[in-house]
């Protein structure tokens, strides 16, 4: 991902970051192809100054292993091979209650994201999240509570203001570590649909 959780610049240098002391804490996530993933970026960095997205929809939110992550990759890869890619199509600006994060909720796609969170989320990967999956894009995040609003109604205007494809195709997984310095780092690519089931 080359970013932290918060989609805060790290101050470490990238040449660095690889270095850095990884932690135990893993995400499974799609990346969102340019046009619309450039936008979704560029509009991050307008509602949070100083970001350095890299827009995304998590399929498993950061969670810790049990087991060594090629272990856990493996079962990625079982259940990616055989789903073929689909369509993801992105609704409304919206803000999760308790947190104030300002989102986007995925329309078209829900269904086939849920159902791999599901399944992907046991044996090696199984994990007791914090608040019940809900697949979609976050814009900001820890706003200071007289903002939420305002941060809010600037992304929406700025989506109602995009042209571009509102839809993109998913058609890989990136699994991913967290680092010290908050910085995500690739491990693994897994395309869908490697293997055509009969």
């Given at each position: ?17 690889i270095n850095e002391q990884r ?93 791999m969170h599901d ?80």
């Open positions: 991902m080359g970013f932290d959780s918060n989609g805060v610049k790290p101050d470490v240098p990238a040449e660095q970051r932690l135990n804490v893993y995400a499974l996530v799609i990346y969102i192809p340019d046009p619309l993933g450039r936008f979704l970026d560029e509009l991050r960095r307008e509602l949070a100054p100083g970001c350095n997205p890299h827009a995304h929809v998590s399929m498993l939110p950061p969670r810790p292993l049990s087991v060594d992550w090629q272990v856990a990759g493996e079962q990625v890869r079982g259940l990616t091979e055989t789903q073929p890619p689909f369509a993801v199509r992105l609704a409304e600006v919206r803000i999760f209650p308790v947190t104030n994060v300002t989102y986007i909720e995925v329309g078209a796609g829900t269904s086939e994201l849920h159902r399944a992907i989320n046991r044996g090696a990967l199984a994990f007791e999240e914090p608040f019940a999956y809900s697949p979609h894009i976050t814009l900001a995040q820890q706003i200071e509570p007289d903002r939420v609003q305002a941060v809010h109604e600037l992304a929406g205007r700025r989506w109602k203001e995009f042209t571009g494809p509102k839809t993109f195709r998913a058609e890989r997984a990136a699994f991913v570590q967290n680092t010290a310095g908050n910085c995500w780092i690739d491990l693994a690519e897994f395309r869908f649909g490697a293997v055509t089931v009969p």
